[in-house]
């Protein structure tokens, strides 16, 4: 059976929903693993955009969403289809692992994290150092 992925705007925010549809009734539609995304101007008068996983702490990463509250939805297009998979397979493992644990208050031992899912934290972290000088001010 091929995924099946829907796109909407729901009535109480900005932000669009991608998923993969799970189920439809007259009264819900059941998505896996939402993200929202949220597109914002910013100061270079260029967009932002902002994924975040829709329900964070959800079992089995399903959700239903009340048909009354869709304002509108649709197939989306391959490259948002894209982008979602890319989410997904990015950062799913990292945001379920260790945001979920630390926001509620759970720590994450390192022994507990695997090879690959340590070397995805390494590749992501920027180190900031400041600039020195070897003048002094006085």
């Known amino acids: 059976m091929k995924e099946m992925f829907i796109l909407m705007k729901l009535s109480d925010s900005d932000n669009f929903i991608v998923g993969k549809l799970i189920n439809e009734t007259d009264g819900e539609i059941i998505i896996e693993y939402p993200i929202s995304i949220r597109l914002a101007p910013n100061a270079l008068g260029t967009t932002s955009v902002s994924t975040t996983k829709m329900m964070p702490f959800s079992k089995n990463n399903l959700v239903a969403i009340m048909k009354p509250k869709i304002v509108a939805m649709s197939k989306p297009n391959e490259k948002i289809i894209g982008y979602y998979t890319s989410f997904i397979e990015k950062y799913s493992k990292v945001y379920d692992a260790l945001i ?30 400041p600039p020195t000088s070897n003048n002094s001010v006085h």
Do not use: C, M
């Not at 979920?100 to 150092?129: M, R, W």
């Open 100 to 129: 979920e644990d630390d926001i509620l208050g759970v720590n994450a031992q390192e022994d507990e994290l695997d090879d690959e899912l340590d070397d995805e934290i390494k590749d992501n972290v920027i180190t900031f150092k």
